[in-house]
């Protein structure tokens, strides 16, 4: 596992900092937009349309990382309910590191830090189109879960994905504020 020397933190984004998200996930759907059918719009942005209920919504949590003080990426979660069992599944629903910063061990770290931040059930989903992220996803589960995970594939042939699942179980418990209050982790 490559280990950055940098100082890195993943903080609970504020409601004042959700420009600065919004400015990151610009970034994020350009960069997706090579592999999915994500349109600009008229003013040169993309649109994330669930950004707001990320503040609104109590199973959603934005965090944006940084990599000694400057801004390196974002995570966005949601607690879901899986539909055959009803358990809970904490889902990476999405995850972004700048360019500069990729294969630095950013990403790991970053992801690391919210799966001992979110105990439990965990799923994260990446798009098959998306081939430099899916060895990067494998890899960080394999090593975090220490091989105790899942993968499969799911979807369309058009819209093909990899769901990798496993139980992060660290002894961290969840913080009650995770409601937009800065968390240093």
Do not use: C
Request: net charge negative; hydrophobic share 40%.
């Amino acid at each position: 596992m490559n280990i950055p020397r940098m100082d890195i933190k993943v903080t609970s984004a504020k409601n004042s900092e959700r420009d600065i998200l919004a400015n990151l996930l610009n970034l994020y759907l350009h960069d997706f937009s090579e592999f999915d059918d994500v349109d600009i719009e008229p003013d040169g942005t993309f649109a994330y349309p669930y950004l707001d209920h990320y503040w609104e919504d109590p199973n959603r949590y934005p965090f944006i990382i940084r990599a000694d003080g400057t801004l390196a990426g974002f995570a966005l979660i949601r607690i879901l309910s899986e539909p055959r069992t009803g358990e809970s599944v904490i889902e990476m629903s999405e995850f972004f590191v700048i360019r500069r910063l990729r294969r630095s061990g950013v990403g790991t770290a970053a992801a690391r830090r919210l799966w001992d931040l979110f105990v439990g059930n965990w799923q994260v989903d990446v798009m098959a189109a998306n081939v430099q992220a899916l060895p990067f996803w494998r890899l960080a589960v394999e090593d975090y879960s220490e091989g105790a995970f899942t993968e499969e594939r799911t979807g369309t042939r058009a819209n093909e994905w990899t769901s990798f699942r496993f139980v992060s179980g660290r002894d961290v418990e969840l913080p009650d504020d995770l409601d937009g209050n800065v968390l240093d982790y």
